[in-house]
């Protein structure tokens, strides 16, 4: 595609519910980042992909939250058991190379905009 | 751990000033540096990107500088625009990872 396309825009949930939210990134992206952007909060690193492989998780606020990406394309973010304080923004990034030299431009999606009541 | 540090936190400039937007880092290792832009309620939009073999960096009216030694960026906008009014953000990459700064809001007065 043209942009990096994220699903749903925005998303309303009753607690202790499961989300989850898609990613397509630009065609030929190898590498795949989540962020998350809570309400007057920076950007917080969740999760990268390098291809299908998740090198990093640690940015995961905890074991509800889960991800993963197939086919070296679409990648899907999973929240188990949604509490409050996981409402926020969640955004999509993409990128052709990650680290190193020469290092790719970040793209960003529009973000999926998650309120947990 | 990489902190990144944007200042001033708000702008508001009358239309037609420069705008001068500072980032700072505190790891000098650095790959690269990427200044973005945030609307309201809207994802990040990529202005510039400078490797870090790059000094500076210009698109149009923006320009971006970088002083890797130094742990510090600027992104000079000329001849402000009241569709310049956003959010600026600069990141960092670290190996895989990008660090962002808080940003700074930007409101350029008609």
């Known amino acids: 595609g043209a942009g ?3 699903s749903p825009s925005n998303k309303v949930t009753e607690k202790g519910k499961d989300v989850e939210l898609r990613c397509d990134p ?3 992206h190898t590498a795949l980042y989540w962020y998350r952007q809570s309400l ?12 299908n492989s998740a090198p990093d998780k640690s940015g995961l606020p905890s ?6 990406r197939t086919g070296g394309s679409v990648s899907t973010l999973t929240i188990q058991r949604t509490q409050q304080e996981d409402s926020a923004v969640y955004l999509c990034a993409s990128s052709t190379s990650v680290g190193g030299a020469g290092a790719g431009e970040l793209f960003f999606g529009e973000g999926s905009r998650l309120t947990v009541l | 751990k ?7 936190a708000a702008l508001s400039v ?3 000033e420069n705008l001068v937007l500072n980032c700072s880092f505190t790891d000098s290792a650095i790959y690269n540096l990427q200044w973005f832009r945030q609307d309201p309620g809207k994802g990040l939009t990529s202005l510039l990107l400078i490797q870090s073999s790059q000094r500076e960096q210009t698109s149009g009216r923006l320009n971006a500088s970088l002083d890797k030694s130094s742990g510090r960026s600027t992104l000079y906008i000329a001849a402000s625009q009241p569709g310049d009014s956003a959010t600026y953000l600069c990141a960092v990459t ?11 809001t930007v409101t350029v007065r008609a």
């Open chain 2, 2 to 8: 990489q902190e990144v540090t944007q200042i001033p």
């Open chain 1, 40 to 51: 007057g909060q920076g950007l917080e690193f969740l999760i990268y992909f390098q291809g």
């Open chain 1, 26 to 28: 630009i065609s030929g």
């Open chain 1, 4 to 6: 990096v396309s994220q």
């Open chain 1, 63 to 68: 074991d509800r939250f889960s991800a993963e």
């Open chain 2, 94 to 104: 670290n190996d895989y990872k990008l660090s962002f700064g808080a940003g700074t």
């Open chain 2, 14 to 16: 009358p239309e037609g």
